[in-house]
């Protein structure tokens, strides 16, 4: 690990104490920072320490809102959506994330912010343009079965590796940030990444010197939340695919739709032209196919990941059949289909 | 002083930053329970309870640790003698090499409060499950490269049993 400056954050105020935010970076819980920093992936000058931070570590319910602090644990954030039906995809994606042990300590906002987990990403010895722009992408033509089919780039197919932030762009979540100016903005979660493009180390719209203060979650009637996640094991692996899924359905007829797709796209993809298909629409079975292919029309495979295109075409059917079944079964349900 | 709390002793922190709390649990308390495995949050050998929460001590930086009481599985035990998971380790010879142990140790013995709390697991979404799936999925993120799994799901079964946990 190379060497660093520390500067303290336990105040929003504190941004105007930090003397630069030329090469720096906020750490939160660190549990994936810490690790690049040890491969010397991520090599910081400074790190604005946000562990003192504790107006960042609430839950704030509104009439409108669930506003997540950027630093409450994604097993508090677990355990408090488990017990909010509207809220359920949001504890079913956390929870099929990581560990125990990680999720203890790593942070809404730092889950946002998490880097992809392409090999070569990881691998200092090989051409990255993440890590090392204009170097080449050692994945094109190397082994890519984890990596993207959708929002990729002649220099970059690293997929996004979250499942928390996939339920959050279901869900529509907005980020709220602030600057060290003082000015602060809201984000929809849809629209915080952006694709690699000829510029892949740079991940989100966020500002260098921008700092994640919280995440909303607005409040609304939900449906039947599923999300599912397909991975090479059952515990503690990357999703190869995953969908997140909320569905009402009035009188036979998909009323809304929120779908969001995990481990195919260079970042959480919200599948839109998908939802936009659907909505409005009797809910029939060869509805899902039709729907599937047509947010996959774009969907590019390098090799080893063309089998991600049919995979998710199949779950994400498969999820919408379950949702819908379950809401022509139980009209008005809210939430998980099983729970404890 | 800042200062953090390991075992009910209050230590310094260190003065280089990039210290991990494994390395100052060895190199400055020396106290070498917890486990360097692979050094990057990934096989739980360096599992540790902070503030009762169970975390990977190779991931944590100890700067960030000040005013935090952290357990290592030299303070598991009490003078009344060894933690029930303990017993139960021994009992169902849990362990082959032992090198995982205080990780799985330090894991399960958070396990057993996280079920006392209600705490969800990813198999509660489930339409059917069994206790050993749970507690499965809870363990996962602490690796046995001998393979004594069963004997280590036995054992944290017979200790939450004892304890009364259901």
Not at chain 1, 153 to 169: N, T
Not at chain 1, 192 to 205: F, K, M
Not at chain 2, 21 to 36: E, I, R
Not at chain 2, 63 to 89: M, R, S, W, Y
Request: charged letters at 20%.
């Amino acid at each position: 690990m190379r060497p660093f400056t520390v500067n303290r954050l336990t105040d929003t105020q504190h941004l105007n104490d930090v003397d630069s935010f030329e090469n720096s970076r906020f750490l939160a819980g660190g549990t994936n920072l810490v690790d690049l920093m040890k491969h010397q992936i991520e090599t910081p000058d400074t790190l604005v320490d946000l562990s003192g931070w504790e107006s960042a570590d609430t839950i704030e319910e509104t009439d409108e809102t669930y506003q997540i602090g950027a630093m409450v644990s994604n097993t508090d954030l677990a355990n408090f959506a488990y017990r909010k039906e509207d809220l359920s995809l949001l504890s079913q994606a956390l929870l099929s994330g990581a560990t125990v042990q990680l999720r203890n300590r790593a942070t809404t906002g730092g889950n946002l912010l998490q880097r992809t987990r392409c090999y070569y990403f990881y691998d200092t010895n090989q051409p990255c343009n993440k890590r090392q722009p204009g170097s080449g992408c050692a994945a094109l033509d190397g082994f890519n079965r984890i990596h993207a089919v959708l929002g990729t780039s002649e220099h970059c197919i690293a997929s996004h590796p979250s499942d928390m932030a996939v339920a959050m762009a279901a869900l529509d979540a907005k980020v709220k940030t602030i600057n060290p100016a003082g000015n602060s903005r809201h984000i929809p979660v849809r629209e915080l990444y952006r694709l690699p493009g000829d510029t892949p180390h740079i991940e989100t719209v966020l500002g260098g010197d921008e700092l994640i203060v919280s995440v909303d979650i607005p409040k609304r009637p939900r449906g039947t939340q599923i999300y599912r996640k397909v991975r090479d094991r059952s515990s503690y692996a990357f999703a190869l695919v995953s969908v997140a899924c909320d569905v009402t359905l009035k009188d036979g007829v998909i009323d809304d739709v929120s779908l969001a797709f995990g481990g195919v796209g260079t970042m959480p993809w919200h599948a839109k032209s998908a939802e936009d298909f659907l909505r409005g629409k009797t809910a029939t079975s060869d509805l899902y196919a039709q729907a599937c292919d047509i947010e996959l029309s774009a969907a590019r495979g390098a090799g080893s990941n063309d089998f991600k295109i049919p995979l998710i075409k199949r779950t994400a059917a498969f999820v919408l059949e379950q949702a819908v079944g379950q809401q022509m079964a139980h009209p008005g349900h809210q939430g998980a289909i099983h729970a404890r | 002083m800042a200062a953090l709390t390991i075992n009910g002793q209050e230590y310094a922190l260190p003065d280089d930053p990039r210290t991990t709390l494994l390395d100052f649990l060895h190199q400055h308390v020396k106290l070498f329970g917890a486990k360097k495995g692979c050094d990057h949050g990934q096989c739980g050998a360096c599992t540790v309870l902070v503030e009762g929460e169970r975390m990977n001590a190779c991931l944590l930086l100890a700067f960030q640790l000040e005013g935090k009481a952290i357990t290592t599985i030299e303070g598991i035990a009490t003078d009344d003698g060894l933690h029930p998971l303990q017993q139960a380790f021994v009992k169902c010879d849990a362990f082959q090499c032992g090198y995982c142990t205080s990780g799985q140790i330090c894991s399960g013995v958070a396990l057993m409060s996280e079920l006392e709390q209600n705490t969800p697991s990813t198999v509660w979404f489930e339409s059917d499950y069994s206790d050993n799936e749970d507690i499965k999925e809870r363990m996962s993120g602490n690796l046995c490269r001998c393979g004594a799994y069963s004997n280590i799901i036995d054992a944290v079964n017979i200790a939450r049993d004892n304890k009364g946990v259901s």
